[in-house]
């Protein structure tokens, strides 16, 4: 453990699980809490948004910091996801100087092999991001499972922009009896409406801009399921995106909440939902939203 000092605030920071989970035994009480938080870094107002409920809601808040390498499909954006540590570091100390860091090494992690553990989600990992990003949740279920295993949570937290992300780690959860209860958090915002995610920093100020019509359309989307099929709304949607030659749409998806199977036809016992990603000069950007 080194602690960090930041504008004379002294906060806990772990680069090792050893010495982190003896101090957590150390604060453990009786029928005291821990929130989680798993992180990747490169932290916006939503990341934080997250530690402020756990915060409200836990005796103690973990947070860890860690590029895994086992969910990314694609090298190049391995590489160039932003590490930014220190930044992260300051973010946090400034929310609160009590919430404990965890910024592991991947030998920490993965102990000289780094691979996925395979994971059966029961299809959900089949679906959208699935098709398109090859082995992605084994390396979600791995790290979240490792994680959870280090830190001992009551509740983690993740932010509901990973929807498909959630299901998964719900489901991982379920399947492997452990004792972690899993809060999906709203997505935090920017002005324009564009979903806050550490890729949106690669993008240009008038990429950023015109990236409101992601969210803009998915508003609409919503608004035209009311009275259109799920075929209509996809359509609709697929030629916005055409006349948009700025963007590269590389799925609208209109899905089950619960199974994440495609809508074909309505049906009033489940529950919709939009899924969207979309590229804006090869930076890949996800949103979501309820069609209740």
Known sequence: MFALNFNKITMPIFYGK???????????????TIGFVP???????????????????????VVSIFVNPTQFNNA??????????????????????????????????YEGKIASQDFDFDGLENQMEGKFRPGHFNGVGTIVKKLFEIVSPTNA??????????????????KNNLAVNIIGCEIFREANGLAMSSRNERLSAPEREKAAIIYQTLLEAKEKFKTQSCAEVKNWV??????????????FEI????????????SKDKNYRAFIAVFVNNIRLIDTISLK
């Open 255 to 266: 899905a089950d909440e619960e199974t994440l199977i495609s809508c074909n036809e309505k």
């Open 18 to 32: 050893a010495a982190l989970i003896e101090f957590l035994n150390s604060v453990k009480t009786l029928n005291s």
């Open 76 to 109: 190049e954006d391995l590489e160039k996801y932003p590490r930014t540590l220190d930044k992260d570091t300051q973010k946090i100390a400034d929310l609160n100087s009590d919430i404990i860091i965890y910024a592991p090494s991947i030998e920490d992690i």
């Open 39 to 61: 992180t990747m870094g490169a932290l916006h107002q939503g990341h934080l948004s997250l530690m402020q409920q756990s915060l409200a809601e836990n005796n103690n808040t």
């Open 157 to 174: 937290y993740f932010g509901q922009k990973d929807f498909q992300q959630l299901q998964i780690v719900k489901k991982m959860v379920l």
């Open 238 to 251: 697929n030629q916005v995106f055409k006349s948009n030659p700025i963007f590269d749409l590389e799925y």
